[in-house]
């Protein structure tokens, strides 16, 4: 500021303020906790640790990449964790159902995969119209579609757990517990539907109107956009991409039960949240929810590794860095 | 000669950073008179108005009250020393009562409790004496605009005030509730009461106003005598140059100019009754009428914004407008009245909001935001929207800019037939005119315009022929002889009607209502 500045200090000072700290705080967050992870114990750092925490944090992860669209829309979708465990449940019964009628068990699987991708997209698109066409706040339907979800699989699996024939478990186990050039195959499909997730947020038109519409629904209406259709492919996103967590999810336990997913939407849109989108809409990015999820997994994992810690208090970390989080995206609007 | 003022100012400056918006004006006010600020957007009035009254302190100069200096640290200082300032955007609890509006904060009390028939009398005492009809009982939320403004003025006095400084007082208010609004102004004036009044509407300043000050970029031009200057040489000297030529020469659409766009029996549910109307190719039609005529929402129906009945026929092809996208791909555009709640996304950049209208002409199918860049660079050109840096947020620029943008986006559509709903609602001289100007270019191109507008200065400027709308209800067609002032407003305000619209259907305008 005062005139004997030296030109260079300024352009320096500049620099940093060009810097979009705002966006790289999660980002931040992520490095202190790698750095306070390696300090705790030697084995943090290894391959199979790193390739451990992410291959946990892909069934969060792939799921809040869909719940990042929702959120930027300025909506909510409270039932991705009965979402999940119902199609894990109904795409077990299903391929146990095929088992022995001449079918390859590689082909029942690809038809269970199948099933549970249509599943998820007309799931998603059940909330979403009756979200937009039915004119109930999204709050509202999703933890009604909560109950249901939850019921059914509880239904389907009459109050037991539904497990995966044994022969068609060995042919599917590879999809979760296989690698691909090293690296996990969860890994892969994380990484996959991130990058596409991001490309079509930030570089389609879609991507924009989901944006806008989370910033100002009647700006965008009166922009000739087609609101309503934009927020119910929102949740049909969503529905797909918890239908992929589940083509991932079934062959780790090859079993689904009334438990199964429980509390995945809080940690969903914990990972949105963390990645700095911002809960009320209009704007976000898919690769903070990808930092945020795995910085999820990773609060586990360093509480695992020591001792000082209970891992039990998991929750009340990951709880005690959610509401930090939101406080730094405050301050930083100069509230 | 200073013993007199009640308030004044020294040489008053205030810099944001390093930008000054305000430099060394001199001004002040005596009791009993009503001052006006006038000035362009962006002239530093609003600034001025808030260093008087203590919302910003100035960065140098002195403030004087009853000629000895004065700071005041916050508003409620100055309020304390009866400098009271009406905010725009008003300053009022929606679910408290009128009467607990007016003493909130200060309840008359005894022993603890609000006292509540004090409270009464006090209030009904107060409104009595501003002569208003504002039930003292009612939720603040429940009383039209121009009724809370008269709250925030019994507020005002209640507290004894001594400076009134008033921010576009009249911007929402019809010119009936204006002329009550100036009733009371010169009450408080034959109190006594100093009166500092932000306006953009230069008529009201010469009907209302003793003395005005002019300024222009953050310096004061002169400060006159009314008597001495037309609204036309208020213009003059706030923009620096001759506005003579304020509207383009009007040209009269080709003989065999085909109809663009033809409204027949359109309906609105409870809001507008079969209306019908057509414009022209290189045609401006007026639409003129009170607020809550039904003109926004008559266009709103035609465009699938709401639900209308009716038929509605684009170059001379019957059509079905469910969604604007529809009107859209049928070349028809609407610019809307709510420039911030409608036409902008105020938090986003520039950029995005100039495209948004017409994304498709830059996704293939990923958006290039290289091309996105340079269609904002042009309309930037285009439409001389001054900004420092175009990565800012739409909510940084001013209402004029913004307005511009607004139009920008509108236009990336190539629409053939455009609707301008107020274009130049709350904007300075200097952009209206080259909103005008705009509106003549379209013409030369062969567009079909619709302007809706209050103003009816501009109406008459622009228009080739106006339609006149009074609750709900198209009253009159006018062109040529007939399109004065005085004609339209026997029109709107319903002393005219042309209308074969039945009164029973139009919701009992005049049955027991």
């Known amino acids: 500021m005062s005139a004997t500045e030296v030109p260079t200090v300024r352009s320096w000072r500049d620099r940093l303020r060009g810097v979009p700290w705002q966006q790289l705080t999660p980002l931040l967050g992520l490095v202190l906790l790698i750095v306070v992870g390696s300090l705790i114990h030697p084995s943090f750092l290894t391959p199979t640790n790193i390739f451990n925490v992410l291959t946990r944090s892909a069934f969060i992860g792939i799921i809040s990449v869909g719940a990042t669209f929702v959120i930027i829309s300025g909506g909510i979708d409270l039932s991705v964790g009965s979402m999940a465990a119902f199609l894990a449940g109904a795409m077990i019964l299903f391929m146990n159902a095929l088992q022995g009628g001449g079918i390859a068990p590689v082909g029942i699987v690809l038809l269970g995969v199948g099933l549970v991708l249509v599943s998820g997209l007309v799931a998603g698109a059940a909330n979403g119209v009756a979200i937009t066409r039915g004119r109930i706040e999204a709050f509202i339907v999703t933890l009604g579609t ?5 019921s059914l699989v509880t239904y389907l699996a009459n109050g037991g757990t539904i497990s995966l024939n044994f022969e068609l478990r060995n042919v599917y186990r590879p999809v979760f517990y296989g690698h691909f050039l090293g690296v996990p195959i969860p890994v892969w499909v994380f990484a996959a539907v991130a990058l596409i997730g991001a490309l079509v947020l930030h570089r389609t038109r879609f991507g924009r109107y989901v944006r806008a519409i989370g910033s100002n629904a009647e700006v965008a209406r009166y922009a000739a956009i087609r609101v309503e259709r934009v927020r119910t492919l929102t949740y049909v996103i969503q529905g797909l991409c918890v239908a992929i967590a589940v083509v991932l999810y079934v062959p780790r336990l090859g079993s689904a039960s009334g438990s199964t997913g429980i509390l995945w939407e809080l940690e969903a849109i914990a990972a949105v949240i963390i990645g700095g989108t911002a809960l009320k809409g209009g704007s976000g990015h898919v690769w903070g929810t990808v930092v945020g999820a795995v910085m999820l997994s990773l609060i586990g994992n360093v509480l695992n590794l020591t001792t000082a810690i209970s891992e039990y208090l998991n929750g ?15 301050g930083r609007q100069g509230r | 000669m200073a013993a007199q003022e009640v308030l004044s100012g020294a040489r008053l400056s205030k810099s944001f950073g390093p930008i000054e918006v305000v430099h060394a004006v001199d001004v002040d006010v005596r009791p009993g ?3 006006a600020l006038v000035g362009e957007n962006g002239a530093g009035k609003s600034t001025l108005m808030k260093m008087l009254s203590g919302y910003l302190a100035p960065s140098s100069g002195e403030l004087r009250m009853d000629g000895r200096p004065v700071a005041f640290r916050d508003s409620n200082e100055a309020e304390a020393a009866g400098i009271v300032l009406i905010h725009q955007e008003l300053n009022l609890v929606p679910h408290l009562t009128v009467e607990e509006n007016i003493f909130l904060g200060r309840e008359p009390h005894r022993f603890g409790i609000v006292d509540q028939r004090a409270t009464r009398r006090a ?16 939720q603040v939320r429940e009383l039209s605009v121009s009724q809370a403004q008269m709250v925030e003025i019994a507020k005002a006095v209640s507290r004894e005030v001594r400076v009134l400084c008033m921010d576009e007082p009249t911007d929402v208010l019809t010119g009936r509730e204006t002329a009550v609004l100036f009733d009371l102004v010169r009450r408080l004036v034959a109190d006594g009461v100093a009166i500092l009044y932000v306006s953009h509407k230069l008529e009201e300043v010469k009907a209302i106003a003793d003395r005005v000050t002019i300024l222009r970029d953050g310096t004061k031009i002169g400060t006159y005598d009314v008597s001495e200057l037309t609204p036309v040489e208020m213009a003059r000297r706030m923009v620096g140059r001759d506005l003579a030529d304020m509207y383009p020469v009007k040209r009269a659409p080709a003989e065999d100019a085909s109809l663009a766009l033809e409204i027949e029996d359109l309906s609105v549910p409870g809001l507008v009754t079969g209306a019908s109307l057509s414009v022209r190719r290189g045609e401006v039609l007026g639409v003129a009428g009170l607020i809550g005529a039904g003109r926004t929402e008559l266009f709103e129906g035609v465009l699938g914004l709401r639900p209308a009945t009716g038929s509605v026929r684009k170059d001379g092809r019957l059509v079905d407008w469910r969604h604007p996208a529809d009107a859209k791909r049928d070349k028809v555009a609407y610019l809307t009245e709510d420039r911030k709640g ?22 293939k199918p990923f958006v290039d935001l290289r091309a996105e860049q ?46 301008l709903d107020e274009p130049t609602r709350g904007i300075d001289v200097g952009t209206k005119r080259q909103i005008y100007f705009y509106v003549a270019e379209l013409l030369a191109r062969g567009v079909a315009v619709v302007l809706i507008s209050s103003e009816l200065p501009e109406v008459l400027g622009l228009s080739h022929r106006v339609v006149v709308m009074q609750r709900g209800v198209v009253t009159g067609t006018l062109a040529g002889d007939d399109l004065d002032e005085e004609t339209i407003m026997a029109y709107a305000t319903g002393l005219r009607n042309d209308s074969h619209v039945a009164e029973w259907e139009t919701g009992g305008a005049h049955v027991g209502h």
């Open chain 2, 342 to 363: 409608k036409g902008l996304l105020l938090n986003d950049p520039l950029r995005e909001n100039v495209t948004l209208q017409a994304l498709e002409l830059f996704a």
């Open chain 2, 123 to 138: 209030t009904r005492e107060l409104l009595d004496a501003l002569k208003t009809d504002v039930p003292a009982t009612r």
């Open chain 2, 374 to 419: 340079a269609a904002l660079e042009n309309a930037v050109d285009e439409f001389d929207v001054r900004v420092a840096d175009v990565g800012v947020a739409a909510k940084a620029l001013s209402g004029g800019n913004q307005q511009k943008v607004v139009l920008a986006k509108m236009m990336l559509t190539d629409p053939d037939v455009v609707i």
């Open chain 2, 33 to 35: 008179e009503v001052h």
């Open chain 1, 316 to 330: 009340a970390v990951q709880g005690l860095i959610i509401i930090g989080a939101v406080f730094l995206q405050r």
């Open chain 1, 146 to 150: 909560l109950g249901i979800f939850r």
